[in-house]
């Protein structure tokens, strides 16, 4: 089991475009959270961080320039990757995109699967695990494909979801992580799991982690939550 499916925010205008993105989106393994406007879009972003935005740049009231100022000037979605999706095809208008901080500039019309492509490469730098890669801090080593954990070459045995929780941790060394972010990633937007449970699961994957010796490599941030380091 790999655990929940990367989130991705689809900020999108025109109603058809948005339902063949969603559908093309679903299909290659995204959870899908949809915005139609701007406002919509940090509302969405407010209620959960997604793993990428793919971002319209023309839109009513609040434009995709102007999302993707506001994402870039908060500390906590600074890096969240952002596609952002125009008709303009010019280089003044692609560098503009870019310098207000979106990380990819894709010109109408594109190929379906070439935006799958760059969505999946900037999926490989924030979710590694997603993309199959090994996870390695310090002395642990996680493997996604074999579900192998070792620390200083000993295996380590975890439950499954303890299994995700460190994999979520290890992607973001020293960020720290509130329940709620870490309950979105591990367990998955449409479950309801109680907030305290992640403090279960916390303490379950720290007892797995120091069953062979080593010092506890997981911080606890009063009021603020858990990180790697």
């Given at each position: ?12 205008d025109e109603?058809a ?56 000037a ?57 993309a199959g890669e090994?996870?390695?801090w ?23 979801t303890?299994f ?10 020293g960020?720290?992580?509130s ?8 367990w ?9 449970t ?6 379950r994957?720290?007892k ?5 010796g ?6 606890t ?9």
């Amino acid at each position: 089991m790999s655990g929940p499916k990367p989130i991705v925010l689809l900020v999108e205008d025109e109603p058809a475009q948005r339902e063949i993105l969603r559908y093309n989106l679903e299909a290659e393994g995204f959870h899908v959270v949809a915005a139609s406007n701007g406002e919509e879009a940090m509302e969405r972003v407010a209620e959960g961080l997604p793993d990428l935005i793919l971002l319209d740049w023309m839109m009513p009231h609040v434009s995709g320039l102007e999302v993707c100022r506001r994402i870039r000037a908060k500390a906590e979605t600074r890096g969240i990757p952002i596609l952002m999706l125009s008709a303009r095809s010019e280089e003044v208008d692609k560098v503009r995109g870019l310098e207000t901080g979106a990380d990819d500039y894709v010109i109408k019309p594109y190929s379906v699967a070439e935006l799958m492509a760059r969505l999946r490469a900037h999926l490989r730098r924030v979710r590694p695990a997603q993309a199959g890669e090994v996870l390695e801090w310090q002395d642990i080593v996680l493997d996604p494909v074999t579900h192998r954990v070792t620390r200083a070459g000993a295996a380590l045995k975890l439950g499954p979801t303890e299994f995700r929780l460190l994999s979520c941790l290890l992607e973001r060394p020293g960020r720290v992580f509130s329940r709620e972010q870490l309950l979105d990633r591990v367990w998955g937007r449409d479950i309801y799991v109680d907030s305290r449970t992640v403090d279960v699961h916390v303490g379950r994957l720290r007892k797995a982690l120091m069953a062979t010796g080593g010092n506890d490599p997981l911080r606890t941030v009063r009021g603020a939550g858990y990180a790697m380091g």
